[in-house]
């Protein structure tokens, strides 16, 4: 089936630098892409939409500028946190959508742990 | 925008009975609802869903019910065994955005 992969899992940065989080569907095309992002004991709260060949979509509240999203290509979204922060540190899940079935899939990537010491 | 409420929380069931999560939402827009299990670090799995032309769907041991006009839906465990216990997530959809709002999360414990 159709898979979603991100990369790094895991990432510990230093607070002021940027670290970039990738999110790549394997063996389908997805226009659009979504990142999420959850604090330990919360539910997943929806960061921005990822338009690919346009500008990302940003939820309320959410920092356009600190949180850049590069959709470069069909198959590949890219997250990344600018000048992080200790506060910064979460759980970032990225999703994107396979509608050649007309079920509409919905698949996650594995998710990216960010620690910003 | 969706604003998606789930109860309860936390909901411990001795092992063989049933668990009950409940979630309403705001959007009439919605049409798609899964549910989803996650452990800790994971990506969410999902465990169900419904669409908005079914009040019912069940799969074994696990059935989500569906009320338009209440905008509610829930999650029904039958049988629960050890391996059920984790943290449970609803979500509401509008396939026309494909914008996924999550409820705020129930952490199940099954009992042995």
């Known amino acids: 089936g159709a898979v979603v992969s991100q990369h790094p899992s895991r990432v510990i940065c230093k607070s002021g630098t940027s670290v970039k989080i990738e999110c790549r569907s394997l063996d389908f095309q997805a226009t659009t892409m979504f990142w999420y992002r959850q604090f330990p004991k919360q539910s997943l709260m929806l960061m921005a939409t990822?338009?690919?060949?346009?500008?990302?979509?940003?939820e309320q509240g959410v920092e356009k500028d600190k949180f850049l999203i590069n959709h470069a290509s069909l198959t590949l979204s890219t997250l990344t946190v600018t000048s992080a922060h200790p506060e910064d540190s979460s759980f970032y899940i990225c999703?994107?959508?396979?509608?050649?079935?007309?079920?509409?899939?919905?698949?996650f990537g594995e998710g990216s742990w960010l620690t910003v010491v | 925008g969706e604003n998606v409420e789930q109860h309860p929380s936390t909901l411990s069931v001795q092992e063989g009975d049933s668990a009950v999560i409940k979630c309403t939402y705001s959007d009439s827009a919605s049409n798609y609802f899964p549910w989803y299990k996650q452990e800790l670090g994971k990506r969410p799995q999902l465990i169900i869903d419904?669409?908005?032309?079914?009040g019912e769907k069940k799969d074994q041991r696990i059935a989500v019910t569906l009320n338009k006009t209440a905008k509610h839906f829930s999650l029904h465990i039958t049988e629960t065994q050890p391996e059920d216990s984790a943290v449970y997530f609803c979500a509401a959809m509008d396939f026309g955005n494909e914008k996924l709002t999550f409820g705020t999360g129930t952490r199940l414990t099954i009992i042995p």
């Open positions: 999703s994107a959508t396979d509608s050649r079935d007309s079920g509409n899939t919905i698949y």
């Open positions: 419904i669409r908005s032309n079914v």
């Open positions: 990822s338009n690919e060949g346009s500008k990302a979509t940003y």
